[in-house]
């Protein structure tokens, strides 16, 4: 059997194809202008050498701000849903998620069965997600990728009053001119964003075990941080940037699997 | 002895002398990225010096972003403290004040004997103030003042999330490109609806009293105003050099001390 899930984020397209229980084939894509079009090249992406179609996947499932618009989806389930379904699936301990996506931040608390028991969310302001991070790397002149272990190596944070994205922007290009070093910025706005996200977290309780999903979940530099703020090593699983669209996957073979017995 | 107020904004510096009560000279440059640099420079400006010299015939009182951060002034005060006594100073009639800088929005209440009674404002964030105006401006590839223009002639106004200025670029940029695409004049229009329902928010908070004044850089912009008047259901007040109101008030607090020092 066959089941896909697709995850259209804001900034990012992400496809995960379920066999037995593995994953089978994942891709992860820039998200387009256009939905429809984003979601074909995102799961064409993903399916490419392996000689299987579109209409060979038993059962596809979509998640993600673009979820209703995946004419190939059969079915669509919130995000929040998704991320609890597919972390549990690598790590059943845990209960407590920080995601932090392209263009929101939350925090989710689930149970070993990962079902949701509650979030919080921040999708009113850009402080501290993927794009503010795009626009700082882009400021400071560094790739994306790398700003996070960048980062890493500062021993002196500057401190950032302010997590709005465009006044941490011109506080940036201020300690350039003055002539802060480019890993000191970096750790201070990771320093703003984990205590942003450590509050966020608070919200919906603090508790064992402690992951982080979404793209900044690769920004080492930001993962210590938040690991240090919330005072509980996270556990990682190998992209957490598809949890998203595993846990859409598992939905679809639940969804499926529920027809089926019911004829 | 001559009264001189400097209000050290982040984009701009405002220096007002007053010589026994009145505005004797005044200037606005840019500021400088040290609060210092700026009131030195603003002050020899003013006073039409190569380099700044006092020679102690000055009382001076700093404001502003930078106030606290120079060394040539007697004292520093609160902007919300000099605003209310410039304010007052020009209509004794203003019961409340809304003033929209480059990187804060104010609203506060003077009472009868034109002190500053309650204030409610946003600094941490740039939806709302004016580097949010420029910002829009620049996207849309006209100036400011094209813009304010331009708005007067909207038919519509599209609907803006104002809780963010990144988000708000999206959307913006969405409306540019939509076939068929927003008129121009209804996308500026929706920008400052924006802007003023955050403000009606905070005007809200401290409670709506006749007159009120609008001050700081957004004030010039008739397109703002003109929609704050229709959300109000009046006519503000607006001074003709709005932007430097809280440096008019710190020297007229400036002027009290000396006054007092004469006692």
């Not at chain 1, 990771?190 to 999903?213: C, H, M, P």
């Not at chain 2, 002190?115 to 740039?126: G, I, R, W």
């Not at chain 2, 609008?214 to 109000?232: D, H, P, S």
Request: charged share 20%; with cysteine; proline share 2%.
């Amino acid at each position: 059997m066959l089941f896909g899930g697709i995850d259209i984020g804001s900034r990012a397209a992400k496809v995960v194809v379920m066999k037995d229980d593995a994953i089978f084939a994942s891709t992860i894509q820039d998200t387009g202008p256009e939905s429809v079009k984003t979601a074909y090249m995102a799961i064409n992406t993903a399916l490419e050498g392996t000689g299987i179609a579109i209409e060979d996947i038993d059962y596809i499932l979509a998640t993600g701000y673009g979820r209703v618009l995946v004419p190939f989806a059969k079915a669509n389930v919130s995000e929040i849903s998704c991320h609890a379904k597919g972390i549990n699936w690598y790590f059943p301990s845990v209960r407590l998620i920080l995601d932090m996506g392209g263009q929101d931040c939350k925090g989710i608390a689930c149970d070993g069965q990962g079902r949701v028991t509650s979030f919080v969310m921040n999708d009113k302001c850009a402080g501290g997600t993927g794009r503010f991070l795009e626009m700082i790397a882009d400021v400071l002149n560094i790739p994306l990728s790398e700003i996070g272990d960048v980062a890493l190596e500062s021993t002196t944070a500057i401190p950032f009053n302010t997590i709005c994205a465009v006044f941490a922007k011109t506080d940036a290009i201020k300690y350039l001119k003055q002539g802060a070093a480019k890993k000191d910025i970096l750790a201070g706005l990771n320093e703003a964003i984990s205590t942003r996200s450590y509050n966020l977290l608070k919200r919906v309780g603090i508790q064992k075990d402690f992951t982080i999903t979404g793209g900044i979940s690769k920004n080492k530099g930001m993962v210590a941080k938040a690991a240090e703020k919330v005072g509980l090593e996270p556990l990682l699983c190998e992209d957490p940037q598809l949890v998203g669209a595993l846990g859409a996957a598992l939905f679809a073979r639940d969804k499926y699997n529920l027809l089926k017995t019911k004829g | 002895m001559k009264a001189l107020g400097i209000d050290i904004g982040s984009l701009t510096t405002k220096v007002v002398v007053l010589n026994n009560g009145v505005i004797e000279t005044s200037c606005v440059v840019d500021s400088d990225d040290e609060a210092d640099t700026s009131a030195k420079v603003a002050v020899a400006r003013a006073l039409g010096q190569a380099n700044i010299n006092l020679n102690g015939d000055y009382y001076i009182i700093s404001t502003g972003a930078g106030g606290k951060a120079t060394s040539i002034s007697q004292k520093s005060k609160a902007i919300s403290s000099c605003l209310a006594r410039g304010i007052y100073h020009l209509y004794s009639s203003a019961r409340m004040g809304i003033d929209i800088g480059a990187e804060s929005g104010i609203v506060f209440k003077i009472n009868e004997r034109g002190k500053l009674k309650d204030q409610a404002s946003h600094d941490k964030c740039a939806a709302g103030t004016g580097v949010f105006v420029k910002q829009m401006a620049k996207l849309m590839q006209i100036s400011l003042e094209d813009m304010s223009e331009l708005s007067l002639d909207a038919k519509t106004r599209p609907e803006i999330s104002g809780t963010c200025a990144v988000f708000a670029e999206s959307e913006v940029i969405s409306h540019v490109h939509r076939d068929p695409p927003t008129p121009m004049a209804d996308i500026a229009a929706g920008i400052y609806y924006s802007i003023v329902s955050r403000l009606m928010a905070l005007c809200k908070r401290v409670g709506i009293e006749k007159d009120v004044v609008v001050t700081g850089g957004v004030a010039q912009n008739k397109g703002l105003i003109n929609i704050l008047e229709q959300e109000l259901g009046f006519k503000v007040l607006v001074p003709d050099n709005a932007q430097s109101i809280v440096a008019l008030g710190a020297a007229i607090i400036a002027q009290e001390q000396i006054e007092k020092g004469a006692k």
